[in-house]
């Protein structure tokens, strides 16, 4: 039903930043529940932040006031500011949405329900 296109990632020494986008391509269902993922090697996939219609936001523990996740409804496109990264924060990241009728907006319907970008890696070294 809809397409979920990452961009961004890559490497950076500690302490470091990156951006990331994911660009949603079906409109109809505007930008309800989105968020973002990570999944290190050999780890489970683990939720990272989430934002939903009225612009809510909700992060992990591990990344509260060093990442910042925004869209832009206009261009249907979410981000994920990554600040102060760290090496634990290493692993594929992946931006995952869901339609408007699947609510609340949950890490666990996101998971269970949600279209899925093709992950993107990031990498910090020490």
């Known amino acids: 039903w809809t397409q979920v296109r990452q961009s961004g990632g890559g490497s950076v020494q500690a302490g470091g930043s990156l951006k990331l986008s994911c660009l949603v391509s079906?409109?109809?269902?505007?930008?309800?529940?989105l968020g973002w993922f990570r999944q290190a090697a050999g780890d489970e996939r683990e939720a990272v932040a989430r934002?939903?219609?009225?612009?809510?936001?909700t992060y992990s523990d591990s990344v509260k006031g060093r990442f910042t996740i925004s869209k832009h409804r206009g261009l249907n496109t979410l981000y994920l500011q990554m600040n102060n990264l760290k090496p634990e924060d290493t692993g594929v990241y992946y931006c995952?949405?869901?339609?408007?009728?699947?609510?609340?907006?949950?890490?666990?319907?996101?998971?269970?329900?949600?279209?899925w970008g093709q992950g993107t890696q990031v990498t910090v070294s020490s």
């Open positions: 995952v949405v869901n339609k408007p009728d699947i609510q609340p907006c949950t890490d666990g319907l996101l998971r269970d329900h949600g279209a």
């Open positions: 079906h409109d109809a269902y505007g930008l309800w529940c």
């Open positions: 934002i939903d219609n009225n612009g809510r936001t």
